[in-house]
T-cell receptor, first 113, second 118 residues
């Protein structure tokens, strides 16, 4: 049972445009959410996170939005760059045993020049 | 720091053989995690350790899988006997301890071991 779902396996965007990656979760006990980026032949690297007490967190070109009532979060990348082409994983954790992250299946983003 | 180190980077073996994956976490990190990545299920947590003690192994698929952490700088994930469905990329990650949940400590991932069981 996938508690964290990324329903779009891939997304193609033109350079300079906005990329929007979506993530849905089913467990209402999740209270912290993270996005990781993964390049081929490398391990995932942390990108940005958000606590459930917020609905938005911004870091440069990256913004994560959280809609708790819909159990939905999204990652916005503006403007998109070719170097952003990677697989993006959404992850969630609960207050108890919070070191345990539950990941989604990932979305492959391709930013074309 | 060299980051999380995993070996081997690639492993090809035949069904029924024993496979041992190795991980060296970042020095000073108290937590160590083993993940498996597949297309169908994404990144799955198999087991994690805190101060060398297994905390949660509920993600270990079956008894064929075992993990150990004999000291703070080394961990192994063993599959015996291996099966074709074990083919995946296995990641090790580590993180520091957090006394309070003010900020989720980032997990740092190794480059992974790509396992192919024929």
């Amino acid at each position: 049972d996938q508690q964290v779902k990324q329903n779009s396996p891939s997304l193609s965007v033109q350079e300079g445009r906005i990329s929007i990656l979506n993530c849905d979760y089913t467990n209402s006990m999740f209270d912290y959410f993270l996005w990781y980026k993964k390049y081929p032949a490398e391990g995932p690297t942390f990108l940005i996170s958000i606590s459930s007490i917020k609905d938005k967190n911004e870091d440069g070109r990256f913004t994560v939005f959280l809609n708790k009532s819909a159990k939905h979060l999204s990652l916005h990348i503006v403007p998109s760059q070719p170097g952003d082409s990677a697989v993006y994983f959404c992850a969630a954790s609960k207050n108890t045993g919070f070191q345990k992250l539950v990941f989604g299946t990932g979305t492959r983003l391709l930013v074309s020049p | 720091d060299a980051g999380v180190i995993q070996s081997p980077r690639h492993e090809v073996t035949e069904m029924g053989q024993e496979v041992t994956l190795r991980c060296k976490p970042i020095s000073g990190h108290d937590y160590l995690f083993w993940y498996r990545q597949t297309m169908m299920r994404g990144l799955e947590l198999l087991i994690y350790f805190n101060n060398n003690v297994p905390i949660d192994d509920s993600g270990m698929p079956e008894d064929r899988f075992s993990a150990k952490m004999p000291n703070a700088s080394f961990s192994t994930l063993k599959i015996q006997p291996s099966e074709p469905r074990d083919s995946a990329v296995y990641f090790c990650a580590s993180s520091r301890n957090t006394a309070a949940r003010l900020h989720q400590e980032t997990q740092y991932f190794g480059p992974g071991t790509r396992l192919l069981v024929l």
